[in-house]
């Protein structure tokens, strides 16, 4: 278990390395950094006096790759490349490009409270909801309720997310009044503004999850022991619930951690929808005032914590399922 | 004088891909494998209805990519043999919609309406009234509006019904005596069993759709003539027209995107199942790196990179419909490049069964090389699983580009596009009085498409993959179908 891990940490670091390398490559080397100041910098009176500044405070400055001004080793960690990299390792993330932001760390640690106060209620509410909802239809298959319910998750997940919000808060903040359109408070008043962005997201996702939780669930009561527990006389409900539920939570657990990331990132539709200032809000703002310093360091958290969650998943199974050996 | 004829990137994708399909169904038409497994897909009623639906869709996506410029007038004094173009580029489409294009309104209107939805503040009699003055072109034609009108929507709707369901007749009766011919027996015969619903695949199923069709199209067609059907958005553009090219872009990203990630998928996926070793580390190792940075920020870092070098080099495109154009064709591109690692995974697994499998080894045995395995013998035992993967992954393309859009790494603003149209609605739906058609309209037309189209998906899998087939939701048997079947 123990060696395990340190040697799925070891491939995950080299996981994070080749990120480095893309996202590098995407940011400095298809659009250099001259592009970057001359976008941030603006106007028509772009000199390059300007440019060299902005480089300068911002660390851009130097030789991408290869700096064949110096020797031996600093030839490669005196460049931005090297230098962005480790700090980037060392979670410094640096000032954002935009002229009046500061810097990134402390505003991503800051907001990232604010995502998971929505996320996290979130996410375990989808995994109820849905898998209540799945074992519902299961238990009554072959029946109309099945057929009407699998009709109507069809139906939901045709329907995009956006449709769910405009509905949601034309209905619910608009005309009913029961819920506030937008907004965050740092206190515990804020659950009257996370309800509404809560349901609409668990109704959104609800027909996804559970068409395919309910096709997980088939998937098991087709199989021996189902019919061995059916044979000894159990009522149904038992084997749904102590059977066919317990076998089915290991591919539950995969399908609903592969969220995991989202959890820490927010939910950057809903989170801007509802001007819930959390990280998918930071994204958005970073997105549309071309702040690259941003979006490049988010491109890192999210693999990161990606990564750190398929570990995670790796050891719930061993909880969830003693036939499981990681080694 | 000839207009001049426009191929952009995307037009010349989707002719290309037209072309594809046209192939395959040669291939269909001479394998009795697929040609059964595609008979199994239309035996199943909701995707044979949902693929007449996609199949007008796709007609009005063809008509949208043929683009033409018109030839202008030779001004007085213009050297002569030099021809000077429209600087505004047409599709098909816009050219049979050129009423819709052409009644252009000054601000919003409601749907079928006569009087603008804006009122002006005008003086009769010397007192001052607040008015709604009449559209430019909407119900124009009706000269005393107030008694008009009523009659005049029903009038024409009726006339539409009628069109629509004669339309669905022909199209009814079309289909009796192809049918006929192909069975070798009666016309009258065939239209009685297709009526009591018998034989493997639902044409009655499929007959309903078509008068759903016919008749909704009827009335639409007959109305929109001098009235705007769904309204006009602020700037007085038709709303229909802009829901009607909105099916392009969605079609085009659905399509182009998953297409874009079969290269990569499939020769990766095969090659790291065949070889093993270090080649499949090594393109494990591409795939975890790429699945590893979520999605929409992956998206989003290289949306804003292409976004950059656009920028950068203006002087590309020769009018603002390219340039648009080859932002869709590069956002396809980066969908594609960033979203193929599941359908590697999934074709890397069933490459390291297949190639255990007697057939394989036996092809090596007799001293076959490793790329005519692959190519023969590998890849046509998993084309189903690209087909399935492709059919399922459109609709939540379609629905990824609203989302897209409104994180504003979508298409271009100026193109029409649901998430466009949505994002646009979303601010009309705040407003007091509220403005509430042009949603309507997206939200219709957008859940009438990716509904038809996850339909069809469903059926496709369930045909393809026979382990789905039995998730299926099935209505419990009654017991007039039980007597009718052992009549039977």
């Known amino acids: ?327 | 004088m000839m207009p001049k004829f426009v191929l952009l990137w995307t037009d010349a994708t989707v002719w290309a891909l037209v072309v594809c399909l046209a192939a395959y169904a040669v291939v269909v038409a001479r394998s009795p494998n697929l040609r059964a497994s595609w008979r199994k897909v239309f035996r199943d009623a909701p995707a044979l209805c949902s693929s007449l639906i996609l199949a007008l869709c796709v007609v009005i996506t063809l008509a949208d990519s043929v683009h033409y410029r018109l030839a202008l007038k030779a001004a007085a004094g213009s050297p002569a043999g030099v021809v000077a173009y429209d600087t505004v580029t047409r599709s098909g489409l816009d050219w049979v919609l050129s009423d819709l294009v052409a009644s252009r309104e000054v601000t919003y209107s409601r749907p079928l309406d006569y009087r603008s939805y804006r009122r002006d503040t005008v003086s009769i009699n010397g007192q001052l009234q607040r008015v709604s003055p009449r559209l430019l072109h909407g119900g124009a034609q009706l000269s005393d509006p107030e008694h008009q009108w009523v009659s005049d929507l029903l009038s024409r709707g009726f006339t539409g019904l009628a069109l629509g369901v004669a339309m669905a007749a022909v199209g009814a009766l079309a289909l009796f005596g192809l049918l006929a011919r192909a069975r070798h027996a009666g016309f009258v015969e065939t239209a009685g069993s297709v009526w009591r619903n018998e034989g493997d695949i639902p044409w009655r199923a499929a007959l309903w759709t078509l008068v759903a069709i016919g008749t909704l199209a009827g009335i639409t067609v007959s109305l929109m003539g001098e009235y705007h059907v769904f309204g006009t958005d602020t700037t007085g553009n038709d709303v229909l027209y802009q829901a009607l090219k909105c099916i392009r872009t969605a079609f085009v990203i659905g399509s182009l995107s998953t297409i874009a990630t079969l290269p990569l998928a499939v020769v990766l996926g095969i090659m790291a199942g065949y070889f093993r070793g270090w080649v499949d580390e090594l393109i494990q190792y591409f795939y975890t790196v790429l699945s590893s940075v979520p999605n929409i920020l992956l998206i989003a870092a290289c949306v804003l990179m292409m976004q950059v070098f656009l920028d950068k080099h203006p002087d590309l495109f020769e009018t603002g419909v390219e340039r648009s154009d080859v932002k869709l064709f590069l956002l396809c591109t980066v969908l594609g490049l960033t979203g193929w690692a599941s359908l590697c995974r999934l074709l890397r697994a069933e490459t390291m069964k297949l190639r255990e499998l007697d057939y394989v080894q036996a092809a090596s045995a007799f001293g076959v090389g490793a790329g005519r395995i692959m190519l023969r013998h590998v890849f046509p035992n998993v084309a189903h699983l690209m087909l399935i993967v492709t059919v399922l992954d459109f609709s939540s393309l379609i629905l990824y580009e609203a989302v897209l859009s409104y994180v504003g790494v979508g298409v271009d603003p100026s193109m029409n596009s649901f998430g466009g149209m949505l994002n646009l609605a979303r601010k009309e739906m705040s407003l007091d009085p509220v403005v509430w058609w042009s949603f309507f309209a997206a939200f219709g037309f957008m859940v009438t498409v990716v509904l038809s189209v996850n339909l069809f998906a469903d059926g496709v899998r369930d045909a393809f993959d026979p382990r789905a087939r039995a998730f299926r939701p099935r209505l419990p048997i009654t017991r007039k179908a039980v007597a009718a079947r052992q009549e039977a």
Request: with cysteine.
């Open chain 1, 1 to 327: 278990m123990f060696s395990y891990l340190v040697r799925r940490t070891l491939y995950g670091l080299l996981i994070l390395l080749g990120v480095n390398l893309l996202t590098f490559f995407l940011f400095f080397t298809v659009n250099t950094p001259d592009d970057m100041a001359r976008l941030n910098i603006g106007g028509k009176h772009v000199t390059q006096d300007l440019i060299d500044k902005w480089k300068v405070e911002r660390g851009y400055d130097k030789p991408l790759y290869v700096n064949d001004a110096r020797q031996g080793a600093a030839r490669f960690t005196d460049t931005i490349f090297w230098e962005r990299s480790v700090s980037l390792f060392e979670l410094r993330f640096g000032r954002s490009d935009a002229e009046s932001a500061g810097d990134i760390g402390p505003e991503v640690s800051r907001r990232m409270g604010v995502s998971m106060q929505l996320a996290l209620p979130l996410f375990v509410l989808q995994v109820i909801a849905s898998t209540a909802f799945a074992l519902l239809l299961v238990m009554f298959r072959h029946t109309r309720l099945d057929f009407w319910g699998v009709v109507t998750c069809v139906l939901m997940l045709s329907i995009s997310s956006l449709i769910y919000i405009i509905v949601g808060q034309f209905v619910f903040s608009r005309s009913l009044k029961i819920a506030p359109i937008s907004g965050y408070v740092p206190s515990w008043d804020v659950v009257k503004f996370l309800v509404l962005p809560i349901v609409l997201s668990l109704l959104a996702r609800l027909g996804t999850e559970a068409r395919l939780y309910r096709a997980m669930f088939l998937e098991e009561i087709g199989k021996d022991y189902v019919r061995t527990a059916r044979a000894k006389g159990l009522p149904e409900t038992a084997v749904l619930f102590r059977h066919v539920l317990r076998n089915a939570l290991l591919p539950i657990v995969t399908s609903a951690g592969s969220y995991l990331p989202y959890v820490f990132l927010g939910s950057l539709v809903f989170e801007s929808f509802f001007g819930l200032p959390g990280l998918g809000a930071y994204v958005i703002d970073a997105i549309t005032k071309q702040d690259f310093a941003v979006v490049r360091t988010m491109v890192f958290m999210g693999s990161l914590l990606y990564i750190a969650t398929f570990v995670l998943i790796d050891v719930a199974y061993t909880w969830v399922d003693p036939r499981v050996r990681l080694g």
